[in-house]
């Protein structure tokens, strides 16, 4: 299911181990290849402890590869290691709980910080402030607010903003949403989305949640026991539901149900792992619409 075509950044047999050389070992990826496509939306999932947040950091140089390498718009990153710093204004990275890293006395400032590290000139800062806080959800009017004043998901979209502020040709998100009250979690990720949609933006999102990914994702990558289990479009991953369900991975029920309903004769065509595509599908079978294939 790899797609080599229109590729922005590639990890090629890479591997890499914590305590390297000593009892306490692990291996957190082994000789992983995989592909990310110019202005799409990836979702990287799997089981905790299978090497997704270990990936997502060697993909903007946190993290350097024990072997293999990693490439960006064709480009070893690592080929001059004293540019690596420069790497991250192109590929933003944006870590689990990014709001404990909020610090500055305005949202305004702490969402420019990024930006004033790139020199840019005051009125494209403020530009860029109010740009990337409306892709983010965050109302003008809390700019001038101390970020410790802010709700958890207002700050979570304060910390997002800070790192679309400074417009990176991809955007790596490891668990974005984590902890977020349902709203909290849908006004994210939906502005991601839309993010990625109107920017071009390519995305890469880090999540435990297989509804998540159904939803937002173009292309997943189901990381297994520190290698790439699988990797396809959204349609192609949930097509393989035995394999989720054998890597511990909880499937939407929307999927589950659609599999029962195949594994019965149902004759379900089209897009089966969202409540929207399986109601299209069996409206269609009883003659009151047409299946979105």
Same mark, same amino acid.
């Given at each position: 299911?790899?797609?080599?075509?229109?590729?922005?950044?590639?990890?090629?047999?890479?591997?890499?181990?914590?305590?390297?050389?000593?009892?306490?070992?692990?291996?957190?990826?082994?000789?992983?290849?995989?592909?990310?496509?110019?202005? &799409?939306?990836?979702?990287?999932?799997?089981?905790?402890?299978?090497?997704?947040?270990?990936? =997502?950091?060697?993909?903007?140089?946190?993290?350097?590869? $024990?072997?293999?390498?990693?490439?960006?718009?064709?480009? $070893?990153?690592?080929?001059?290691? &004293?540019?690596?710093?420069?790497?991250?204004?192109?590929?933003?990275?944006?870590?689990?709980?990014?709001?404990?890293?909020?610090?500055?006395?305005?949202?305004?400032?702490?969402?420019?910080? %990024?930006?004033?590290?790139?020199?840019?000139?005051?009125?494209?800062?403020?530009?860029?402030?109010?740009?990337?806080?409306?892709?983010?959800?965050?109302?003008?009017?809390?700019? &001038?607010?101390?970020?410790? $004043?802010?709700?958890?998901?207002?700050?979570?979209?304060?910390?997002?903003?800070?790192?679309?502020?400074?417009?990176?040709?991809?955007?790596?998100?490891?668990?974005?949403?984590? %902890?977020?009250?349902?709203?909290?979690?849908?006004?994210?990720?939906?502005?991601?989305?839309?993010?990625?949609?109107?920017?071009?933006?390519?995305?890469?999102?880090?999540?435990?949640?297989?509804?998540?990914?159904?939803?937002?994702?173009?292309?997943?990558?189901?990381?297994?026991?520190?290698?790439?289990?699988?990797?396809?479009?959204?349609?192609?991953?949930?097509?393989?539901?035995?394999?989720?369900?054998?890597?511990?991975?909880?499937?939407?029920?929307?999927?589950?149900?659609?599999?029962?309903?195949?594994?019965?004769?149902?004759?379900?065509?089209?897009?089966?792992?969202?409540?929207?595509? =399986?109601?299209?599908?069996?409206?269609?079978?009883?003659?009151?619409?047409?299946?979105?294939?």
């Amino acid at each position: 299911m790899n797609e080599t075509v229109n590729e922005i950044l590639r990890l090629s047999d890479v591997s890499y181990a914590y305590g390297a050389g000593t009892p306490q070992r692990t291996d957190a990826l082994d000789h992983v290849s995989v592909g990310f496509q110019k202005g &799409k939306i990836t979702g990287v999932i799997g089981h905790t402890g299978s090497g997704k947040s270990t990936l =997502v950091q060697l993909l903007n140089g946190l993290l350097r590869p $024990d072997s293999g390498r990693v490439f960006f718009e064709g480009r $070893d990153i690592w080929e001059k290691p &004293k540019e690596i710093t420069a790497l991250r204004f192109h590929v933003g990275l944006v870590m689990q709980y990014p709001e404990y890293q909020l610090f500055d006395e305005t949202v305004e400032k702490d969402i420019g910080f %990024g930006l004033r590290n790139m020199k840019l000139p005051p009125e494209e800062i403020g530009a860029r402030v109010r740009e990337a806080a409306a892709f983010a959800g965050l109302p003008e009017e809390l700019l &001038k607010k101390s970020p410790f $004043d802010l709700s958890g998901g207002e700050k979570r979209r304060a910390a997002v903003a800070g790192v679309i502020a400074m417009r990176p040709e991809v955007l790596v998100l490891d668990e974005p949403a984590a %902890g977020l009250d349902p709203r909290g979690r849908r006004q994210i990720l939906s502005g991601l989305h839309r993010y990625g949609r109107e920017s071009g933006t390519t995305v890469i999102l880090v999540s435990h949640s297989m509804e998540d990914m159904a939803l937002y994702c173009d292309h997943i990558v189901v990381m297994d026991h520190a290698r790439v289990l699988l990797n396809g479009t959204t349609a192609e991953v949930f097509s393989r539901t035995s394999e989720l369900l054998a890597a511990g991975l909880d499937i939407p029920e929307i999927s589950r149900l659609s599999a029962e309903l195949l594994a019965a004769g149902v004759p379900l065509s089209g897009t089966l792992y969202t409540v929207e595509g =399986v109601e299209r599908s069996l409206l269609s079978l009883l003659g009151k619409g047409e299946a979105s294939c």
